[in-house]
C-alpha cells in the first residue's frame, strides 16, 4: 500500500458525515460555536470541516427529528474538561462526565433536540 513521505499519518481519512436537519442556518451556526469551519452554506445544505479535513454535511430533513436523539458521531477534544468548562459557560448545559475505558466524554443538547457527545482524544500523541 502506498506511504505518504516523511508522513505517518494514517493513509485513509472520513470524507463526509452527513446529519439531517430542520434548520440548515441553525444547526450550522450552532457548529461553527464549537469551533467547526463552516465551507458552503446554501438552502438545502452546509458542508462544515473539522480538524483533518473531514466534513459534516448538515441537509435538510424531510421527517421531524425525535427529541433526544443521539447524532451518529461524536466529536474528539483535545482538553475534554477545559471544553467541558467553556461550554458551561457559555449555557451550553453540558452534562457530566462518564468515564470509559478509552474516553472520557460528556453530552451537550444541539439543535432539533439532538444530543452531541463530545469526547477526549485518544490519539496518544501520534499525529492523525
Known sequence: MAKY???DRPLV????VTLEVSGIVESS???VGLG????????????????GGSHIQLVRAEAPIPPGTKIPFDLM????EATRNEFE????????FEKGQVHTE?????PDGYV?????SHTSGRVV
Not at 89 to 96: K, V
Request: charged share 25%.
Open 5 to 7: 513521505v516523511n508522513d
Open 13 to 16: 481519512a472520513l470524507g463526509h
Open 29 to 31: 451556526e450552532f457548529f
Open 36 to 51: 467547526i469551519r463552516e465551507i458552503a452554506r446554501q438552502e438545502k445544505f452546509a458542508v462544515l470541516e473539522l480538524r
Open 77 to 80: 477534544v483535545d482538553d475534554i
Open 89 to 96: 459557560a457559555r449555557g451550553l448545559q453540558p452534562s457530566g
Open 106 to 110: 460528556f453530552t451537550i443538547p444541539a
Open 116 to 120: 452531541l457527545t463530545m469526547t477526549s
